[in-house]
């Protein structure tokens, strides 16, 4: 079976070099494990934190040894009153076609409930941190204007989505046209922002937020939070999801100082793991399920085709080349 490892740690962007194929025997999976064959692939901006050796709130990948992502896959074989040979699970996997896996870290997935890829996006960690980012930090009321950067992205369109069903104005910053388009007449955002065609931020995000900004939930970080600081109200809450722009920069960037914004307005900044709220997980999952069963949420992927193309489809979030949740199908 195929196999991809971590073959050097990037320096600066992340290249097709930093990865390698390699091919091994599948193992014969032993009592409380099963045999799995993956299905989709989850790649994430957050696997490029993993890929540095940097002290964070995860270990870091090995060198030599298999990355490894949220995963569905099938069980071909079981050998655990658990799961049965065809059910479908999800789990933190290695990126191999083929691997034996304990079922103590598998989650089984219906697939006649939802298609399996959305338990890697709506219905997994990106719906979660979406909703429990923007409840439980961004505390939204309704009429508040909600910002969102990342906007197209996997994270940022459900967050707008739920900001509307919450009542509040939504305004997403993303970068071509094209996502602008499409978080207003596919997620219902008021107003969208072109990070990339726009010159002056700080003017761009006033004209859009004429109320000012009551929450902000950061998908990317650098210059373009920078400008929203200029525009928070008082009282205002800035939920620190991620910081893209900076993740292959090799070294921190000249950022506006943040303290006197928020003194002035005395205004919250928070960050967080999704796994800080372990514990909402289920509610989380539940009221994701209803909204989409009720047509109140929708969702969009980038599907990409074939094993060979995982590292390219993890490359590309970088590029902006996805929009919503980006998806490796094998
Ligand atoms: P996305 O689907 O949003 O994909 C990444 C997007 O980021 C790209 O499509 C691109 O869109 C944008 N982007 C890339 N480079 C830049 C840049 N230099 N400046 C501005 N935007 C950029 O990914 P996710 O939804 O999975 O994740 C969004 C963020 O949330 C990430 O930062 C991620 O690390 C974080 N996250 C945090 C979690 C937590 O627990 N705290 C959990 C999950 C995700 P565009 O074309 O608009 O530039």
Redesign the pocket.
């Known amino acids: 079976t195929k196999k991809i490892l971590l073959n050097s740690r990037p320096k600066g962007k992340p290249q097709t070099s930093d990865f390698k194929f390699e091919t091994e025997k599948v193992a014969e999976p032993k009592d409380g494990e099963v045999l799995l064959e993956t299905k989709y692939v989850s790649v ?3 696997l490029r934190g993993r890929m540095s050796d940097a002290p964070s709130y995860i270990p870091p990948f090995e060198i030599g040894k298999p990355i490894a992502s949220a995963i569905i896959a099938e069980v071909v074989e079981s050998k655990t009153d658990k799961f049965q040979k065809g059910d479908h699970v999800n789990g933190l996997l290695s990126w191999k076609e083929f691997q034996v896996a304990s079922a103590d870290n598998l989650m089984k997935v219906d697939k006649d409930k939802a298609p399996l890829s959305a338990y890697l996006g709506i219905l997994g ?2 719906g979660l ?1 979406a909703y429990l ?1 923007l409840t439980e930090i961004g505390k939204p009321k309704k009429g508040e204007t909600l910002l969102v ?8 369109s459900t967050v707008g989505q739920i900001g509307k069903i919450l009542g509040l104005r939504v305004v997403g910053i ?3 046209d094209e ?1 602008v388009k499409m978080i207003q007449d596919e997620f219902g955002f008021d107003e969208g922002i072109n ?1 990339n065609t726009t010159e002056n931020m700080k003017e761009a995000i006033k004209k859009a937020c004429p109320d000012g900004v009551d929450v902000y939930f950061d ?2 970080g ?1 210059d ?1 939070s920078d400008a929203v600081l200029f525009n928070i109200n008082k009282f205002s809450r800035t939920v620190v ?5 900076v993740y292959n920069e090799t070294s921190l960037p000249q950022s506006a100082s943040v303290q006197p914004f928020l003194i002035k307005k005395s205004s919250l900044m928070q ?4 796994s800080d709220f372990s514990d909402k997980h289920p509610e989380g999952i539940k009221q994701l399920t209803q909204w989409l069963k009720e047509d109140k949420l929708t969702y969009t992927e980038t599907v990409r085709e074939g094993f060979e193309n995982i590292p390219q489809a993890f490359l590309d ?6 929009k ?3 998806v490796v199908k094998i």
């Open positions: 994430d901006p957050y960690m990106t941190t980012g950067s990342g906007a197209a992205g996997a994270v940022g993303a970068g071509t996502k990070y998908n990317v650098g373009i999801c991620g910081a893209i722009s960050g967080f793991v999704i979030l970088f590029d902006g080349k996805n919503g949740k980006m």
